[in-house]
């Protein structure tokens, strides 16, 4: 009978013990981690990347500095691809703008420092601003291609397909 009432107590207990246990997210990793819980639930949320094409615009810079050994030639082809990221859960982010910016040397110089700015207009969408883009980390080779990764001072991710560009040259440097 002992034995009865000692094995119905341990049930007893074991049963008490397992419903004392804190359910939740037990993953540290996890953006609702719960310190607390010793019992994973499956109810973990991580943080996920999405990134949406924003299109892509080509366009030519001329040297329009008066007095420059290579006035109102073309002198760099530039290639912008828009880029949204965005995240699944506030608490990861919000929505982020940036363009991949890819400069070509098109002169039988290299071109030692630039700057410039450059405004994109978008058909819809609001407008990509680069104020002061320099390029003065040393020469870009004729030919050669020089990639920048950067974030508009303004944007609202408008796409760049069809959009309209307005550049201004500061000041450009050969060698």
Not at 64 to 75: C, K, L, P, R
Request: glycine share 10%; charged share 15%; hydrophobic share 30%.
């Amino acid at each position: 009978m002992n034995k009865l009432i000692f094995s119905g107590c341990l049930a007893l207990l074991m049963i008490v013990g397992q419903s004392c246990k804190k359910k939740g997210c037990t993953d540290k990793f996890a953006i609702n981690y719960n310190i607390v819980a010793d019992k994973d639930d499956g109810s973990c949320k991580y943080c996920v990347e999405t990134q949406v094409d924003k299109g892509q615009l080509t366009f030519y810079f001329k040297d329009d500095i008066t007095g420059s050994q290579y006035y109102n030639q073309e002198i760099l082809r530039i290639d912008i691809n828009g880029v949204e990221k965005s995240y699944n859960d506030q608490s990861c982010g919000g929505v982020v703008c940036y363009a991949n910016i890819t400069l070509t040397n098109l002169i039988p110089s290299n071109i030692a420092y630039i700057d410039f700015r450059i405004t994109v207009y978008p058909l819809f969408g609001g407008s990509w601003y680069y104020n002061h883009l320099d390029y003065g980390g040393g020469s870009i080779p004729q030919g050669s291609q020089f990639i920048i990764t950067d974030f508009p001072s303004s944007s609202s991710c408008g796409s760049l397909d069809g959009a309209g560009v307005y550049d201004y040259l500061y000041d450009v440097n050969y060698n």
